[in-house]
């Protein structure tokens, strides 16, 4: 049997931008997408801790080192400048893998830099 799991989170991540005319998807500074083990163009969940709002999109590459999080298309209606998400990626796993499998979860603090790795 294969089982959903989290396979990477990024822990209350400010919006920094939102952009209505942009075709869609959601701008992650490139330090977070590696340190969460994250990959572009993947299919990313995102939770508003402001309001609520649980939706999905997909990763573009935002300037390394920026912390960038830009939301983008109708992606941009869910979230307000300076709202807080969890981002969250989650992958197929056997029982086997899911006995040694850790999840990356990257805290980051107001700016979106990188406080801590769990």
């Not at 340190?35 to 935002?62: C, D, H, K």
């Not at 969250?88 to 499998?101: A, N, P, Q, R, S």
């Amino acid at each position: 049997m294969q089982r959903i799991m989290l396979r990477g989170k990024i822990h209350r991540a400010t919006v920094t931008q939102c952009d209505l005319a942009y075709e869609g998807s959601c701008a992650i500074d490139e330090d977070l997408i590696e340190a969460a083990g994250m990959t572009v163009f993947e299919r990313i969940e995102l939770y508003n801790v402001n309001n609520g709002e649980r939706f999905a999109t997909y990763i573009i590459p935002g300037k390394r080192g920026s912390g960038e999080i830009s939301l983008n298309g109708a992606a941009a209606r869910r979230a307000h400048l300076g709202d807080l998400l969890i981002i969250c990626t989650y992958g197929l796993m056997d029982d086997e893998e899911i006995k040694t499998f850790k999840p990356k979860v990257v805290l980051v603090d107001e700016k979106n830099k990188i406080t801590g790795l769990k």
